[in-house]
């Protein structure tokens, strides 16, 4: 699995796994998809290309006709893409 991050107006995160063809996204507004059956030569090339927009690079590689897709979870506040802080008294 590797993170991509980058500035994006539909998304928070991309977490793509080229091995299995496969894709995680979170969305803006806190719904995360996971797509399978990704071309692998494109999760690649996200990786690869800083200057590929994510959302574009969904729309073109896994919102298509024999992407699998399944929504796995909604963000909720408790929730965070950052590691948690433990107390100061730790």
Same mark, same amino acid.
């Given at each position: 699995?590797?993170?991509?991050?980058? +500035?994006?107006?539909? $998304?928070? +995160? %991309?977490?793509?796994? *080229? $091995?299995?063809?496969?894709?995680?996204?979170? &969305?803006?507004?806190?719904?995360?998809?996971? &797509?399978?059956?990704?071309?692998?030569?494109? @999760? %690649?090339?996200? %990786?690869?290309?800083?200057? $590929?927009? %994510?959302? !574009?690079?969904?729309? /073109?590689?896994?919102?298509?006709?024999g992407?699998?897709? !399944?929504?796995?979870?909604?963000?909720?506040?408790?929730?965070? @893409?950052?590691? *948690? /802080?433990l *107390? /100061?008294?730790?």
């Amino acid at each position: 699995m590797k993170r991509v991050h980058r +500035e994006s107006s539909a $998304i928070t +995160e %991309l977490w793509v796994y *080229p $091995i299995k063809g496969k894709a995680n996204v979170m &969305y803006k507004d806190g719904n995360m998809y996971e &797509y399978t059956n990704v071309s692998r030569t494109s @999760l %690649l090339n996200v %990786l690869l290309n800083d200057s $590929i927009s %994510l959302g !574009k690079w969904v729309n /073109e590689n896994c919102k298509k006709e024999g992407v699998n897709c !399944k929504w796995t979870c909604h963000e909720t506040p408790w929730m965070s @893409l950052d590691e *948690p /802080e433990l *107390p /100061e008294f730790v």
